[in-house]
């Protein structure tokens, strides 16, 4: 049986999702929680990885296993074994044919800027203590809408197909935080950050609004701006 | 010169304020900091400890400095120095006979508590699940205001002044937390957290209201309800 686990993780612990040389990892977690629970080795395949020290609010996994109970029972048994820092949302027995990388059709990030540091929040949430503006801010936003050529925000190898589609991109102020979700159909690796970077340097007028464009055309990623630290980004959610 | 200090900090990774036996202490990097900057060894003396994992957003240290520059410069180096779960808040010249501990007239300690468990404030509120009877907990709360023997709520020693006046109790809630505060002439080891437990034993009617003053009356801890986790606890601010 196939089942479909939905989890939130803080990241700050971790060297990422998924199979780093050294460190733990929230993958090497959860597959140590099924593992026991099933006493045999079980490993999760997940919609996509997360970078270290980046967050999950609802990050989705799928794994075979002939467990059988109810699904809140078996949701409880997961959770006693994992970390604190690591919970599972929910569970869910799904087609055999599911499968949470290849089956997802839009996944939303999200970035959190804060302008005041605060001691309990530095893990999650991104200080920046110059003046943005928040009119440019959001036209650079709202310029990753669309199909675009990503290559120039990703740590790019050529065999991945780097055309992505954003479906929405929104600012929002919160507080005194700026909170910037993307809704897309894929992200490559850094391209959140990378996005989030070089908004940020168009809103200190460090680089001109039409630099988005200039790095879809020309596919060069020395055009964007310092890539945004991983702990002001959470996966929010996976659609499928 | 003498310099009142005051700094905020996330107890998490933490051994307490001050001289653990192994662990780094907030004190140990304020010192570290400190000494760093006047090229000999600086150490700094406050307003009383907290206990490990316990959190501050006003403790306060004094030290003595032959650094004559602007505070705000003086607030920077240290802040240069400190790792970025202490920050500096404030630095003052004071007379030379200020002293952090014996001056302090009042404290405040605030406590959170939240019947939600979540991922990323898992260090800094306690997660509860049980149901509290707010009204119950109210009075509770506000039984702890007035002067009182307070031996039976600290890990008491014969040696120490026991009697304390908690001028202020209150429990507000906030979104779904509860949130309880407490101003006071002094706080002995563990108070906050033996209060707190007794709180919520009487919450929850594992215990009747009635047993706070039978603590007070008794002197009797083992009547206390289960000591609160610390990463809940904050030392809010010292009055002088």
Redesign the interface.
């Known amino acids: 049986m196939r089942y479909k686990l939905t989890i939130?993780?803080?990241g700050t612990n971790y060297n990422g999702f998924q199979s780093q040389p050294k460190g733990k990892t929230i993958a090497g977690e959860i597959n140590k929680a099924l593992t026991k629970i099933h006493k045999k080795e079980i490993k999760v395949t997940a919609s996509g990885r997360t970078d270290s020290k980046v967050?999950a609010l609802g990050q989705v996994v799928h794994f075979d296993s002939f467990i059988d109970i109810p699904e809140n029972r078996f949701l409880k048994a997961i959770n006693n074994l994992l970390p604190?820092?690591?919970?599972a949302l929910e569970i869910k027995r799904v087609p055999a044919d599911f499968h949470a990388r290849y089956d997802a059709r839009k996944k939303t990030y999200l970035y959190i800027i804060s302008p005041t540091?605060d001691?309990?929040l530095?893990n999650?949430q991104t200080y920046f203590k110059y003046p943005l503006d928040l009119e440019l801010m959001t036209q650079a936003t709202k310029k990753f809408i669309g199909t675009h050529d990503f290559a120039g925000f990703s740590s790019y190898t050529k065999s991945k197909q780097t055309t992505k589609t954003i479906y929405n991109a929104d600012l929002i102020q919160k507080d005194d935080k700026i909170i910037i979700t993307f809704t897309g159909d894929g992200f490559l690796k850094y391209m959140v950050r990378r996005m989030v970077g070089t908004i940020i340097s168009i809103a200190t007028k460090k680089k001109p609004l039409t630099v988005i464009e200039e790095i879809f055309a020309t596919r060069d990623s020395s055009l964007c701006g310092k890539t945004a630290s991983p702990n002001g980004l959470y996966l929010q959610a996976v659609f499928y």
Chains 1, 2 share one sequence.
Not at 84 to 87: A, C, E, N, Q
């Open positions: 939130s993780y803080d967050h604190l820092d690591i919970r540091y001691v309990f530095r999650y």
